[in-house]
């Protein structure tokens, strides 16, 4: 087995292998460094994670290309999260509360622990943790619907 010189003693077989690592394999080993991947039983999600660590890289690449001062990858990734997120941001700031009901572990004469659910006091029939938030009787999904502001005030 030969060894390089260098300060760093690697075998050969390693060096040939680094001198002729195509963009693939750096790809993947960058893509390993930050990765959104999350387990997950469903393909799309695990597909939409995949394609976003590849398209995230592709910006890095192009931005470290085009700008002459290079960031960290990680303050890159960050900046480019909130850039996106930014849109969605503002739009929600101008919407009014759809909600009107919260989530609650506690009825009013007793206190539930965080497995129970309690009956509907419209249906009877669906158990629910959700709490209207003007009366605090117990609501399911299908007696409540969501209302504005406005509506709910009338």
Known sequence: MEVDDKAKKKPRAILDYNASKGGVDTADEMLRAYS?????????LAAFFNLLDIVTLDAYVIC?????TIKK???FIIELAEKLCLAEKNRRRTVPQLFHLKRTREHAEEELPLNKRTKCKICQSNKTRVQCSNCSKFVCGTCSTPVCKSCFEM
Request: glycine share 0%; net charge positive; aromatic share 6%.
């Open 64 to 68: 470290k290309d085009v700008q002459i």
């Open 73 to 75: 990858r990680r303050d």
């Open 36 to 44: 959104t991947k999350a387990a997950s039983r469903r393909w799309p």
